[in-house]
Every structure is written in structure tokens, then in C-alpha cells.
């Protein structure tokens, strides 16, 4: 899911007046939170019940101001050939067939050979080509239009003669559309591009009509206002309240002009968002930075020579060392951040610094155009809707209103600003002491330099020394048996099951305790910019279902897939990972967990789908936590050449380093979902104030440090402009508040006492994580905690309360 998605937040810590500001959020949650139950919690954008064109198949990302946020760039790495040889498909599998269609489903084609086409348990993403792509999607939307003019014949307001064919509708096209745009993600090329570009409109076409539906959405009236209403269970009864809104907001109440206006509209925002991220990406590999000599990239660790060598070979200098280069320097994360980091050399922190701020912002990829009419379009939109402005629609999906949104921020900004005042005070303070020339002038590509160095300084840690702690298998094995130990789940390698995109890409069987399958993910790891986008996101392969079952009697399991950008195997290391990257493979299995240990057989609501935007970010949160845990963290942290474990010195340096600088992390964070809302809730596309000017207003609340005049990171802000989280990235902070308190309840019983914690693990796997949409978020975390939430144990983990050290 696009957003993320897409993050791993870690450093957060607020100051100020914390009586005052407990009261103020315990009233603004509960304002929001105390809702009756006859206030419907409505479904999240539909990706996944009847699809709008906007939504569909969108990938959660990790959101940039975390400390996943070196993970949002891309990298220059040579990519390994995509098929491998001894990988097959299975398709001895059959209780999660991700077809289920019954026979007036079966697709016929001239091309009897095209993947996209055939039955199939895992997607075979080893075969899939561009060349598939127009054939196939075309062949899929004849019929699957097909089948809804049946189904508006013959619909009765039934769940067999409604629910259950609708849902085969449209798993059949969210699993066929969302492999082959997972692969624009991953192996990116041109003839895709041109192949996806080419087919979209007829995609959304498609998506407009199934949204538009009168018989349908008369059908689902027709079931909320029958007899029999009070009968359904939750899950079925969120189903049918989710269908009717998101008819209303697919434009089903226009008049025939408006209605086309709306499609228009909406087949405009599709390409205008496809166009986004393409020029994101294309922006970011065009940057190459050959350097000669090794003076000019003093500083930077063994890992990054190693990964600027490999780089430059991939790019044809044949003879590229590590000690001697050449090296390439790109924007990709691991090379960029290393840059940013560790390189003295203050010229080319900045030149790549100003290279990685203006990507996407002028010539053939310049995107600020597109933002002005995705803007103009959005607003379009929601006077259509009979909405003020398009931040209002985004809401009326989600959890919060606008206004409690807002106020949710400026508390928290008004909390964060001195604490990042003192930080900044603090950072040129320490440059002094060193002696540095640019002491007086500290500018933004030396901010993130000597913030290094006054953390190595003040807690005597070197991330990048942390690195051979921090093994990628090691990781792998440690997460595995923190799940283990709290779900009761067994996570194993069952590469081979299913085909992979990539030689890299690693397959994995979810077990219960009893043995028996419960799901199956991928985990595509490192960064290869070349084809790849940046960032981090968990999104699902197929859901578990009922109606889709084999057999008929056992649900369709659930499939999903985890995809990284961290540094990859240099020479014969493993890939050794910065404990940032470590808590952001934590996050994204977080949300994986609740797609894969869902108990819902109801497709529609199954694992993450029909859960809030606003909410879904609590498992990935959540987890996040576990990687400060003493016994976990020292169950990952083994030296990847001698075995030795972490020392004891140096994880209570890692508890107490977890939340340096927070206040100056925070107000980035706030800095991003407050332009966020500006832009969708008051901005006027077209009038006196550009949407640069737009973000320097608010920097000038957000950001201590005034941005360069150049600063135009909105040209590249994918999560707003080409994924799921417009007028949404306050989510994060708002999920941060059910997550926190979740994570206490844990703290409560004692993290050292293992049988408590196995006990409320398996609470939360029940609730949290088994539940998925089938229930209103606040109702799972009442039946989990046993009470609302509370920002309590949020402002006590980022500092604004005394902690309590404990393991």
C-alpha cells in the first residue's frame, strides 16, 4: 500500500508544558474516539472493495521524515538477472488460488500463452512482460465487465447474489492489475511503462463504472434498510457501509454532465500521478557522481567506498576498487546518506544535497506543473462531491476530521519547536568545540554531518560501526523469533514454492502452531535504482477469502510482499544493515503480520483491507518498539564475522540515543503532513500564493533552519502526489498514539516476564491483528486494551514523561 507507508519512526521526544498538553490530547482523541456506534467508522480509501481509480493497488510507503527515510531514495546498483532458474511455480497449493472465478469467468484470448491469463496459485512474476501487459489487461477487463452486466441483471439484495460475485470481480482485477504494477515498481522499464501507460485509462474506465453502479449500490441500500440488517455480523455490516460511501464518493449521485466531468477528472488524476512517480524516479538515477580521487570522499565508511566501487563498475569502469576507485556517488539511499554523513568534504555534501532537494523540479522531469493539476483536479473533485475542498473527501474515509487533524499537529508542533531550537543550538555549540570553519554558518548539508559526529560524540556510538552487528540473516532470524515468541507463529524459507522478480527476492511459509500454513510472504530486500522505486512498502499479493476458496471449505490465504532499498552484499559480506534499516524491516513486517494473521474470511475487509488510513499504520508502529528490547535486540545484534554479541555498553547507549534530536525529527515530520493538509484543505490552485510558497510559509512554523529558496521537495513528496496519503500523512502521528499505548500494554504486565507477554501477544494477535476491517478500529483496540486510548504512553516514549528504564 502506497503509503506508506511508506514508515519506522524512531527518534521522537517533545518538550513544553506536558500537563497541558496531556489534557489538550486526551481531549482531542477522545473527541474523535468517544463516537457512538451508530457513528459508522468508514473504510480507507477504496483500494480494495469497489476500487477507485485513484487507490486501486496502491502500495503502502514508509513515511520520509522517519528514520526510514534514507530508505525513500534510490541507489545505483547493478541488478542481477531477474529469472531464476531453479525457482517454479507451484500449483500443488490450492487453498488460496488467487483466481476462485467461477466457470462464466473463464477468460479465453488469442494469446493462449499470456501469464496474466492463466489460473494460477502465486503469480508468475518470473514470466511477466511488458508485452503481456496490453493483451492481457484488455482480455481481463472484457470480461470482468462482462460479469458485472450480468451481475446488474440478476443482482438481489443478497450477500450470495451481491457480495459474493462482486467480490470475485473485483479480486480477479485487483490481483492481475497489482502484479503487473508491482512490477513497474520493482523492474522498472520503459516498454512497461509505455505498455501500463497504454491500458490505464481502460483500467479506470472500468473501476468508474463498478463505481458507479446504481443496481449495485440500490442493492446495497436495499440491505441496509431490510429486516434483516440487525442480523449481520460486524464484518458484513462494514461491508455494506463502506460500498454505499464509496459509491457516493465515486461520483453515483452526479448528473450525467457532472458524472463525466467526474470520470474525466479521475482519468486525468491517474495518469497525472503515474507521470509523478515516473519523473521521481527517472530524476533521481540521472544524478551520477564520478569522483577520482579519494580526497574528495575522505570520511565515508568501508561499506560505502565498497558500494561506490561496485556502483562504478556496474557503470563500465572495470577496474574500480574499493581502496583506490573509482567511485560513483548517487542518490540512492545508502549512497546518499553516506554522503550526507560522513563525507568532509563539504562541496560535495552539498552538491548532492542540492541535487537530492531539486530532483523532479526542472526541464522534461520537472514536476511542478502536474502538482498544480493534480491540485486544480483534486479541488474539482470535491466541489463535485458537494465537499469544501479535497481534504474533506480524504477524511471522509478515515478515522479524524480535518480540524481534529490540524490540532493533533500544532499541539504537537508547538511541543517540538523548543526542544529543536535547543537542538540546533546545541549542533553549532559542538562545532565549535571542534573547531569547524562553518560553525557560524551552518547550512543544511552540514547539519546531518555533524549530527553524526555530536552523536558519536555525546553517546560514543558510530552507526556505521554498528553496521557488522546488524546482518541481514541475523535480523531475519531474530524477527522470526520475536513473532514466534508473541504470536505463536513459525516463520520458514520456502524458496522455490513460488516465482520471484528477482534472484535477491526471498520466499516465506506462515505457520501456526499447530503446523498448518497460515499465509506466505516475499521479501525483495535491497535497492537496484535502476529498475526499482525508493522507499519501503508492504502490500498484499492476494487476501484471505472465503469465496475464494479451492476447496470450498478452507479460506484463500493471504500473500503478501515486503520490499526494502538497503545497501545489498558487497564483495562476500552479507548485507550489514544501519540500525534504522533494521527498524524499518521491523515496521513493514508489522503490517504484514496484519495481513497475513487476519482471521476475517470476509474478502472485502480481510487482513489490511477496509481498515482505516489513519489506523493502519498501529501494527507497523508498533513493532518498531520491539527492536529497543533488550532480549530481541541482542538476539540480532551478533557480529557477522566472530558471533559476539552487541556489548551491554553499547545497547544502553542505543536506549539512550533514541531520542536525540527528536525535536528537530518531529517538526519534519509535522512539516510534511502540515503542508500535506494546507495544500488539500486551503490552498487555491491557480491563485496568488504558488505551492513552493505554500511549504516555505509553513517551514517557517516547521523548520528552525529556514529552507534554501531552491527547496522544492513537494516536486518529489510521492506520498501525497502519487500515492495514498493525501491529505493523510497526519496518520502516521494519529496511528502513533494507538500504537504507543498498544506497545504499553506490554510494559505493564513486564517485558522481562515472559508468560505475560506470550499472553498478551496472543491478545493482540487476536484483536489488532486477526480482526482486519471487519470492525471499527476503536472497537479492536477497546476489545485489545480493554479501554481508549491514551496519548499517555506516547509522550512518555518521546520524552515528554519520565521513563522508566526497564528492559
Known amino acids: 500500500m502506497k503509503y506508506r507507508r511508506i514508515g519506522s519512526p524512531t527518534s521522537r521526544v517533545l518538550y513544553g508544558s506536558t500537563t497541558t498538553l496531556i489534557i489538550t490530547l486526551l481531549i482531542l482523541m477522545a473527541t474523535r474516539f468517544s463516537l457512538s456506534r451508530a457513528a459508522h467508522f468508514c473504510l480507507k480509501p477504496p483500494r480494495f472493495s469497489r476500487p477507485s481509480t485513484k487507490y486501486l493497488l496502491q502500495c503502502r510507503s514508509c513515511p520520509l521524515w522517519s528514520s526510514s527515510f534514507s530508505l525513500c531514495l534510490h541507489t545505483l546498483h547493478k541488478s542481477k538477472s531477474t529469472t531464476s532458474p531453479n525457482r517454479k511455480s507451484i500449483t500443488t497449493v490450492r487453498s488460496f488460488s488467487v483466481s476462485g472465478l467461477p466457470s462464466t469467468m473463464s477468460i479465453t484470448s488469442d494469446d493462449d500463452n499470456n501469464p496474466l491469463l492463466k489460473d494460477f496459485d502465486f503469480p508468475p512474476f518470473d514470466v511477466i512482460e511488458a508485452k503481456h501487459v496490453r493483451p492481457g489487461i484488455r482480455a481481463l477487463l472484457k470480461q470482468v465487465d462482462e460479469d458485472l452486466e450480468a451481475l446488474e441483471k440478476t443482482v438481489e439484495p443478497t450477500w450470495p447474489k451481491l457480495v459474493e460475485p462482486l467480490e470475485k470481480i473485483i479480486d480477479r482485477l485487483t490481483v492481475v492489475w497489482g502484479a503487473v504494477n508491482h512490477l513497474k515498481s520493482v523492474k522498472d522499464n520503459p516498454e512497461l511503462r509505455s505498455a501500463i501507460e497504454e491500458v490505464q485509462p481502460e483500467k479506470v474506465a472500468f473501476s468508474l463504472k463498478l463505481g458507479q453502479s446504481k443496481p449495485l449500490y440500490n442493492a446495497f441500500k436495499a440491505i441496509r434498510e431490510s429486516p434483516d440488517w440487525d442480523s449481520l455480523s460486524d464484518a458484513r455490516k462494514r461491508i455494506v457501509e463502506s460500498q454505499i460511501k464509496e459509491a457516493v464518493l465515486s461520483g453515483i449521485a452526479l448528473e450525467d454532465d457532472k458524472r463525466e466531468q467526474f470520470n474525466r477528472i479521475e482519468q486525468d488524476?491517474?495518469?497525472?500521478?503515474?507521470?509523478?512517480?515516473?519523473?521521481?524516479?527517472?530524476?533521481?538515477?540521472?544524478?551520477?557522481?564520478?569522483?577520482?580521487?579519494?580526497?574528495?570522499?575522505?570520511?565515508?565508511?568501508?561499506?560505502?567506498?565498497?558500494?561506490?566501487?561496485?556502483?562504478?563498475?556496474?557503470?563500465?569502469?572495470?577496474?574500480?576498487?574499493?581502496?583506490?576507485?573509482?567511485?560513483?556517488?548517487?542518490?540512492?539511499?545508502?549512497?546518499?546518506?553516506?554522503?550526507?554523513?560522513?563525507?568532509?568534504?563539504?562541496?560535495?555534501?552539498?552538491?548532492?544535497?542540492?541535487?537530492?532537494?531539486?530532483?523532479?523540479?526542472?526541464?522534461?522531469?520537472?514536476?511542478?506543473?502536474?502538482?498544480?493539476?493534480?491540485?486544480?483536479?483534486?479541488?474539482?473533485?470535491?466541489?463535485?462531491?458537494?465537499?469544501?475542498?479535497?481534504?474533506?473527501?480524504?477524511?471522509?474515509?478515515?478515522?479524524?476530521?480535518?480540524?481534529?487533524?490540524?490540532?493533533?499537529?500544532?499541539?504537537?508542533?508547538?511541543?517540538?519547536?523548543?526542544?529543536?531550537?535547543k537542538d540546533l543550538e546545541d549542533l553549532k555549540d559542538f562545532c565549535k568545540s571542534q573547531g569547524s570553519p562553518e560553525a557560524d554558518d551552518l547550512n543544511h548539508w552540514d547539519i546531518t554531518f555533524w549530527s553524526e559526529r555530536l552523536r558519536e560524540s555525546k553517546y560514543e556510538l558510530n552507526e556505521e560501526e554498528l553496521r557488522p552487528y546488524f546482518s541481514l540473516p541475523r535480523v531475519m532470524d531474530g524477527l522470526f523469533k520475536l513473532v514466534n515468541t508473541l504470536f505463536g507463529i513459525n516463520v520458514e524459507p520456502a524458496d522455490g514454492l513460488a516465482p520471484v522478480w528477482n534472484n535477491d527476492v526471498r520466499f516465506y511459509r506462515v505457520k501456526d502452531s499447530s503446523g498448518s500454513p497460515v499465509s506466505y510472504f516475499y521479501f525483495d530486500p535491497y535497492s537496484r535504482p535502476s529498475e526499482k522505486r525508493g522507499g519501503a512498502w508492504m502490500d498484499e499479493v492476494v487476501s484471505r477469502s472465503r469465496v475464494l476458496s479451492r476447496d470450498g471449505a478452507s479460506a484463500r490465504l493471504p500473500v503478501a510482499h515486503m520490499v526494502c532499498n538497503q545497501m545489498p552484499p558487497v564483495g562476500d559480506k552479507p548485507s550489514l544493515m544501519t540500525f534504522r534499516e533494521v527498524e524499518t524491516v521491523f515496521h513493514e513486517f508489522g503490517h504484514a503480520l496484519q495481513h497475513m494473521l487476519t482471521k476475517q474470511d470476509e474478502g472485502l475487509v480481510a487482513g489490511i483491507r477496509g481498515v482505516e488510513w489513519d489506523a493502519v499504520e498501529l501494527p507497523s508502529q508498533f513493532m518498531e518498539n520491539w527492536c529497543y528490547h533488550r532480549d530481541t535486540l541482542m538476539g540480532i545484534a551478533k557480529h557477522h564475522e566472530t558471533g559476539d554479541t552487541l556489548p551491554e555498553g553499547i545497547y544502553k547507549k542505543l536506549l539512550a540515543a533514541r531520542t536525540f534530536r527528536a525535536g528537530t525529527l518531529s517538526l519534519r515530520q509535522l512539516r510534511f503532513a502540515t503542508v500535506d493538509l494546507e495544500l488539500h484543505a486551503k490552498y487555491v490552485p491557480g491563485g496568488s500564493e504558488s505551492i513552493y510558497c505554500v511549504d516555505r510559509r509553513v517551514s517557517k512554523r516547521t523548520q528552525v533552519l529556514p529552507p534554501l529558496p531552491e527547496d522544492k521537495f513537494l516536486a518529489s513528496f510521492s506520498h501525497i502526489f502519487a500515492g495514498g496519503y493525501a491529505a493523510g500523512y497526519y496518520s502516521y502521528k494519529w496511528a502513533e498514539v494507538l500504537s504507543a499505548d498498544a506497545f504499553s500494554a506490554f510494559e505493564d504486565v513486564g517485558l522481562e516476564n515472559e508468560k505475560a507477554v506470550k499472553e498478551t501477544g496472543q491478545r493482540f494477535r487476536e484483536t489488532i491483528l486477526a480482526l482486519g476491517g471487519g470492525k471499527a478500529p476503536l472497537e479492536v483496540f477497546v476489545q485489545f486494551r480493554g479501554r481508549e486510548p491514551s496519548p499517555e504512553p506516547l509522550l512518555r516514549h518521546n520524552g515528554l514523561l519520565p521513563v522508566t528504564v526497564s528492559s
Open 269 to 421: 488524476l491517474a495518469k497525472l500521478s503515474q507521470k509523478f512517480e515516473e519523473n521521481v524516479l527517472d530524476s533521481t538515477k540521472k544524478f551520477e557522481k564520478l569522483i577520482t580521487d579519494k580526497k574528495d570522499i575522505e570520511g565515508l565508511p568501508a561499506t560505502a567506498l565498497g558500494l561506490g566501487a561496485q556502483t562504478a563498475v556496474s557503470k563500465g569502469h572495470e577496474n574500480a576498487t574499493a581502496e583506490d576507485g573509482p567511485w560513483i556517488i548517487t542518490l540512492d539511499a545508502p549512497s546518499y546518506m553516506s554522503v550526507m554523513q560522513h563525507a568532509k568534504n563539504r562541496a560535495l555534501r552539498e552538491e548532492v544535497y542540492r541535487a537530492y532537494l531539486s530532483r523532479a523540479s526542472s526541464g522534461d522531469l520537472d514536476n511542478t506543473e502536474i502538482i498544480n493539476q493534480i491540485l486544480k483536479l483534486r479541488l474539482e473533485k470535491a466541489k463535485l462531491l458537494g465537499y469544501n475542498n479535497y481534504a474533506e473527501v480524504s477524511m471522509a474515509m478515515k478515522m479524524a476530521t480535518v480540524e481534529k487533524a490540524e490540532e493533533l499537529l500544532e499541539k504537537l508542533r508547538s511541543a517540538s519547536w523548543d526542544p529543536a531550537v
